[in-house]
């Protein structure tokens, strides 16, 4: 099934991948050398990955094993990924994230550990449960060079956008 696919190709990419450049980089480095990858199989592929880091080194676990927990933790990927793989995942995926939590920790013998100290106000438990968050927002920020301006016409000038213009101009 497909399932398995994305977690051969994910466990290649582990093994290939040395910490050189941060894990995004060397992924799209990757898939752009392998255009086969549509954008779905890249999203799953890559949560399958950021799965591992996010645990943290579990040196007991498999590498499918430690995909499947980082991904269940941080509920990004689909059910039916736990539905083909894994029973016990699949049964608990609605939980939330403390009840997921305990159940990895009693099931795998998973242990959480940050290994430097974290800011006063932020609690070791608030951190974990941050890593594990999918975010809710990216942007992307690109500066506009110089020669991708052109002037507009006097009448088709819209004077929100120029006012756009301006101020970012007005930052540099």
Request: a positive charge; hydrophobic letters at 45%.
């Amino acid at each position: 099934m497909f399932v398995a696919s994305y977690f051969q190709t994910a466990t290649q990419i582990f093994n290939e991948y040395s910490l050189q450049f941060p894990l995004a980089v060397f992924l799209k480095k990757y898939f752009n050398s392998n255009p086969k990858f549509g954008s779905r199989d890249r999203k799953y592929i890559s949560e399958l990955l950021y799965g591992i880091y996010r645990l943290g080194p579990q040196p007991h676990l498999s590498i499918q094993d430690r995909m499947l927990i980082g991904s269940f933790l941080s509920g990004a990927l689909p059910i039916i990924f736990f539905e083909e793989t894994d029973k016990f995942f699949a049964e608990h995926y609605p939980l939330p994230f403390a009840e997921k939590k305990q159940l990895v920790i009693e099931k795998f013998q998973v242990a959480f550990s940050i290994p430097f100290p974290l800011s006063s106000g932020i609690t070791e438990e608030e951190y974990i449960e941050y890593l594990f968050r999918p975010s809710r927002v990216f942007i992307r920020i690109r500066k506009i060079g110089m020669t991708s301006l052109r002037p507009l016409p006097r009448k088709k000038l819209n004077i929100k956008l120029f006012l756009i213009l301006v101020f970012h101009f007005l930052k540099k």
